[in-house]
């Protein structure tokens, strides 16, 4: 427990700035509470935290109590990386018969890994809150019926399938290419993978809630996920096969329970997202 205290004062002492604080006598109206996250964020993208994932040290800080507990007053949280390379952390507390809204400035977020896995037994009701279920097993989202989830016994897949108008084009005859122009391709074809991977990050994982024990900004944490990433030498092999257009695997990380996460891609507007356990 004095561990607990210590880590929490240390954190507690690393906020850069007292907090920005929004009161209501009665519960934030959703489009108030939402215009005031798009006020303080200046355009950027809040993530929403969630309560049951990896706690970094930085937000325990914000939300735990001396007991080393999420406070019972706790309702919500948002994490935001903004424009001006500031870290944002909105929480939204239970307040007598109202609600507070606070804005804090934190430092640096945690880095060291923790492993990835699912939250075993899952609550269908709660991960695929924004879908609504067509068949037994399968989800459809609310507001895009190209995205879907179809969830099997030892299987969930998530599926993206609208193909872009204007494709990536393939690389011709890239083993002819002189060394500097391949290593050119891969990498424009590697940051071209890594928009793809954010955008799937963004379509299947952020759409649930209470799926993985990651929270939203750990998918995007380079310590976290560079050695799941596709290779070099993986980009190479498919920039010299003569069918580019097929599914790649681009990322690939084994569950610590067991079973693994994937996503895949097509290159043509098209991708996957597959967890085994």
């Not at 750990?218 to 560079?226: A, E, P």
Request: hydrophobic share 40%.
């Amino acid at each position: 427990m004095k561990k607990i205290v210590s880590l929490l004062f240390l954190a507690v002492a690393a906020l850069a700035t007292p907090p920005v604080i929004f009161e209501s006598a009665q519960p934030f109206r959703s489009e108030e509470l939402f215009q005031k996250l798009d006020e303080k964020g200046g355009g950027g993208t809040w993530m929403e935290w969630d309560a049951d994932g990896v706690l970094d040290s930085a937000i325990a800080a914000i939300v735990m109590d001396e007991k080393g507990q999420i406070c019972r007053k706790v309702e919500h949280g948002w994490l935001l990386n903004s424009p001006n390379g500031k870290k944002l952390f909105a929480l939204l507390e239970k307040k007598e018969k109202g609600e507070k809204l606070s804005f804090f400035e934190i430092g640096k977020i945690s880095t060291k890994k923790i492993p990835l896995d699912i939250k075993e037994p899952l609550q269908a009701q709660t991960v695929f809150r924004d879908y609504r279920e067509k068949l037994p097993g399968l989800y459809v989202h609310l507001d895009d019926t190209n995205l879907q989830v179809a969830v099997r016994q030892n299987e969930i897949q998530f599926s993206y399938l609208k193909p872009d108008a204007q494709p990536i084009a393939p690389i011709p005859h890239f083993a002819m290419l002189s060394e500097s122009q391949k290593l050119l391709e891969i990498q424009t074809r590697r940051d071209f993978y890594a928009y793809e991977y954010a955008l799937m990050v963004q379509a299947f994982i952020a759409s649930t809630r209470g799926l993985f024990n990651w929270q939203i900004w750990h998918w995007y944490n380079k310590d976290w996920i560079s050695s799941a990433m596709i290779s070099e030498r993986e980009i190479s092999a498919i920039l010299s096969s003569p069918d580019q257009s097929k599914f790649v695997r681009i990322f690939f990380q084994k569950l610590s329970s067991g079973g693994f996460v994937e996503m895949q891609t097509n290159s043509h507007g098209s991708f996957l997202l597959t967890i085994r356990r």
